[in-house]
């Protein structure tokens, strides 16, 4: 059974950054297409980045571009997710997600495995 394990969600003041990091298990990272989804307080989860097995495509969400960007380390079967002048509105638990697809979607149905995901809170 694939398993996704996120790390490096917390607290930071607005303005602030922190690291995400995916580490995939039992498969290897290539296999798949990989992206963050976030669900914040009474809201709908999100695409928030993807990115393509060779790292030659990336897409982000309207809300974070030019905030956040997602890479890949496929030695390392690890995703990642940089979040610089993180706001308010960025408190979510964001999730790590795996699909097999050929092409880069933002849909979460297309994903075939998820993460357990990782508190992320912006506030003063």
């Known amino acids: 059974q694939v398993t996704l394990v996120e790390s490096g969600g917390g607290l930071v003041q607005p303005g602030g950054s922190l690291r995400l990091s995916c580490v995939v298990f039992k498969s290897r990272l290539t296999n798949y297409n990989m992206a963050w989804f976030r669900q914040g307080p009474g809201k709908a989860r999100e695409f928030v980045a993807g990115?393509?097995?060779?790292?030659?495509?990336?897409e982000y969400g309207a809300s974070v571009t030019g905030r956040f960007a997602i890479s890949r380390d496929n030695s390392a079967n690890t995703v990642y997710l940089q979040m610089d002048d993180l706001k308010p509105e960025d408190t979510a638990v964001y999730y790590c997600a795996a699909d097999h697809g050929l092409r880069l979607v933002t849909l979460e149905f297309d994903y075939d495995y998820w993460g357990q995901g990782t508190q992320v809170t912006v506030s003063s």
């Open positions: 990115i393509g097995r060779q790292s030659l495509t990336t």
